[in-house]
C-alpha cells in the first residue's frame, strides 16, 4: 500500500487564475496518476505521470492546460490553468505500487477539491 | 476499449439488511476488476479486486464480490449492511495500468 498525501485539500479560486496540487508519496512509486472527478461524475484519468520523462495525457486534456511535474519517484504536481467554472472538480492523485505492477490497482490521495468562481 | 457500467445511481437500504451492487464491464480480455468506495469527503478505498483464480473474492469491511465471466458482471455484496457502509460505490476495470470507472452508486443507509 502507499499513503498519498494531497495538497491544497480544498480551494476557492478566482476564475483565470492558476492552481498547483501537489501530490507525495511515502515510497517510491513508479507511476503516479491525476484524475478529475467533477461533480456528480465518475472519475476521468487526466494523464499519466513518470519520472524522467514527460506526462501521457489522455483523450481531451492537454499539457496547457494540465502541465504535470514528476520530479521524483515520490512527488508530483497538477497545476489547473486559466481556470474556469468548469475546472471546479476533485482532482485525485493515485498511484500504482511496485506490487501490482500493470494490474491497475491504485491508491488514491483524499483529493484537492477546487471550486472556481 | 473497456467499459464499465453501474445500472443503480442510488440505492437505500436498512442497516442490518443485505446489499448487492451491480457492476457490468465490456472488455475483450480476462479484465483485472476492482470496487472502489468513496466515503463523504474522503479519498477511494480499494474494497477488492479480481485478476484471476477463484471467482467469488473478499475484500475489507465483509464485502465479497463474484465474478461471472458469462455475465460479463462483477457484482459486490454485504450480508448485513452497518450505518458506516453509507458511501459512493465505484466499480472498476483495469487495462494495462489504466482504470476505467463505473458512473458509481450513493449506498443510503436507513437506520
Known amino acids: 500500500s502507499a499513503v498519498i498525501s494531497q495538497k491544497p485539500s480544498r480551494d476557492i479560486c478566482q476564475r483565470g487564475t492558476s492552481l498547483t496540487i501537489q501530490c507525495q508519496v511515502d515510497s517510491q512509486v513508479t507511476m503516479m496518476f491525476w484524475y478529475r472527478q467533477q461533480p456528480g461524475q465518475s472519475l476521468t484519468l487526466i494523464a499519466t505521470?513518470?519520472?524522467?520523462?514527460?506526462?501521457?495525457?489522455e483523450s481531451g486534456f492537454v499539457i496547457d492546460k494540465f502541465p504535470i511535474s514528476r520530479p521524483n519517484l515520490t512527488f508530483s504536481t497538477l497545476t489547473v490553468s486559466n481556470m474556469s467554472p468548469e475546472d471546479s472538480s476533485i482532482y485525485l492523485c493515485?498511484?500504482?505500487?511496485?506490487?501490482?505492477?500493470?494490474?491497475?490497482?491504485?491508491?488514491f490521495g483524499e483529493g484537492s477539491r477546487l471550486t472556481v468562481l | 476499449a473497456q467499459s464499465v457500467t453501474q445500472p443503480d445511481i442510488h440505492i437505500t437500504v436498512s442497516e442490518g439488511a443485505s446489499l448487492e451492487l451491480r457492476c457490468n464491464y465490456s472488455?475483450?480480455?480476462?479484465?483485472?476488476l476492482f470496487w472502489y468506495v468513496q466515503s463523504p469527503g474522503q479519498g477511494l478505498q480499494l474494497l477488492l479486486k479480481?485478476?484471476?483464480?477463484?471467482?467469488l473474492v473478499q475484500g475489507i469491511k465483509g464485502f465479497e464480490a463474484e465474478f461471472k465471466r458469462s455475465q460479463s458482471s462483477f457484482n459486490l455484496r454485504k450480508p448485513s449492511v452497518h450505518w458506516s457502509d453509507a458511501a459512493e460505490y465505484f466499480c472498476a476495470v483495469g487495462d494495462d495500468y489504466k482504470l476505467s470507472f463505473g458512473a458509481g452508486t450513493t449506498v443510503t443507509v436507513r437506520a
Open positions: 472488455y475483450g480480455a480476462t479484465p483485472y
Open positions: 479480481y485478476f484471476s483464480g477463484d471467482t
Open positions: 505521470a513518470n519520472q524522467g520523462s514527460e506526462a501521457t495525457y
Open positions: 493515485s498511484v500504482e505500487t511496485g506490487t501490482s505492477l500493470n494490474t491497475g490497482e491504485l491508491f
